[in-house]
């Protein structure tokens, strides 16, 4: 099975809509228009404008003749020849599939009406850390994402956000994002141990004693990102910060599941704390 991709730090409509963004202080509402790949199911709904600047993505996209715009609606997997030429590159390496890693991180950030939205100068993707967290079906206990809760009507398959140490560290080996902590990228549980390569599309794993979960869908790297001090700083000019930003996209979405995992809760839920085990099932 075949998949398309794309990178986002190619795309000339994300420089367009950044270079607006990037014209005063404040980072704006540069959230507004951008959409998920969920949100559509078929060709014509992309070109009815129910995704104006996704439409435009793929229509710059179909337009090079890197392929059909619908196989991008069917599939986000890379192929296995795409992960295992970059396994033979020593770029990325997927485990024992019976391997087993650790909760090193859980977060969540409850809403406030003052910083919850995109648009807020408060805004920031990162949430507060804590020894444990409860999870259910529904999500994270005291958890909020905007775009979740508003968009896809607190859709149960992205009840939990899952990041691995060996992402974070990849990003602090470029000097310009050495800044970057734990929970800048908005996860709920941080894994350690284990490659992002090592979770799957419909596979389960088990999280601490009673957790069960399954991977839904790779986390697309979304523009609020570039909020993030490391990125939109003042001492930067609007055209660089603007570079920075689209680099950085660019950076996490070149392979699936560097930007993180979405996954549903299976069993009825339960807590899960630091140093609880990560198995799959």
Same mark, same amino acid.
């Given at each position: 099975?075949?998949?398309?991709?794309?990178?986002?730090?190619?795309?000339?409509?994300?420089?367009?809509?950044?270079?607006?963004?990037?014209?005063?202080?404040?980072?704006?509402?540069?959230?507004? #228009?951008?959409? +998920? %790949?969920? !949100?559509?199911?078929?060709? $014509?709904?992309?070109? &009815?404008?129910?995704?104006?600047? =996704?439409?435009?993505?793929?229509?710059?996209?179909?337009?090079? #003749?890197?392929? +059909? %715009?619908? !196989?991008?609606?069917?599939? $986000?997997?890379?192929? &296995?020849?795409?992960?295992?030429? =970059?396994?033979?590159?020593?770029?990325?390496?997927?485990?024992?599939?019976?391997?087993?890693?650790?909760?090193?991180?859980?977060?969540?950030?409850?809403?406030?009406?003052?910083?919850?939205?995109?648009?807020?100068?408060?805004?920031?993707?990162?949430?507060?850390?804590?020894?444990?967290?409860?999870?259910?079906?529904?999500?994270?206990?005291?958890?909020?994402?905007?775009?979740?809760?508003?968009?896809l009507n607190s859709t149960p398959d992205r009840a939990v956000s899952i990041v691995t140490t060996d992402v974070m560290e990849k990003i602090r080996e470029n000097k310009e994002y050495a800044e970057i902590e734990s929970g800048d990228l908005g996860e709920n549980i941080l894994v350690e141990g284990l490659p992002f390569t090592f979770f799957k599309i419909g596979e389960r794993y088990k999280f601490?004693?009673?957790?069960?979960?399954?991977?839904?869908?790779?986390?697309?790297?979304?523009?609020?990102?570039?909020?993030?001090?490391?990125?939109?700083?003042?001492?930067?000019?609007?055209?660089?910060?603007?570079?920075?930003?689209?680099?950085?996209?660019?950076?996490?979405?070149?392979?699936?599941?560097?930007?993180?995992?979405?996954?549903?809760?299976?069993?009825?839920?339960?807590?899960?704390?630091?140093?609880?085990?990560?198995?799959?099932?």
């Open positions: 099975m075949t998949a398309t991709r794309f990178h986002v730090s190619n795309l000339v409509f994300l420089q367009a809509v950044l270079a607006a963004a990037f014209t005063a202080p404040e980072f704006p509402k540069i959230h507004k #228009g951008m959409c +998920d %790949i969920k !949100d559509f199911s078929s060709h $014509e709904q992309i070109h &009815n404008g129910k995704c104006p600047i =996704r439409k435009k993505t793929l229509e710059l996209y179909d337009s090079q #003749g890197k392929g +059909d %715009i619908n !196989d991008m609606n069917k599939n $986000e997997l890379n192929t &296995n020849a795409d992960l295992q030429h =970059r396994n033979m590159q020593g770029e990325y390496f997927v485990e024992d599939e019976s391997a087993a890693g650790k909760i090193v991180r859980c977060a969540a950030r409850s809403f406030d009406k003052e910083s919850s939205q995109p648009s807020s100068r408060q805004y920031t993707t990162r949430k507060k850390d804590f020894p444990l967290i409860h999870i259910t079906p529904a999500g994270v206990t005291g958890d909020y994402n905007h775009y979740r809760s508003t968009a601490g004693d009673k957790l069960l979960v399954e991977i839904t869908e790779r986390i697309e790297p979304c523009a609020n990102l570039c909020k993030l001090r490391f990125i939109n700083k003042d001492s930067l000019a609007p055209r660089d910060r603007m570079k920075k930003c689209i680099d950085f996209l660019g950076s996490l979405d070149d392979v699936d599941g560097k930007r993180g995992w979405y996954a549903k809760v299976l069993s009825d839920g339960g807590v899960v704390k630091i140093g609880d085990e990560v198995t799959p099932v």
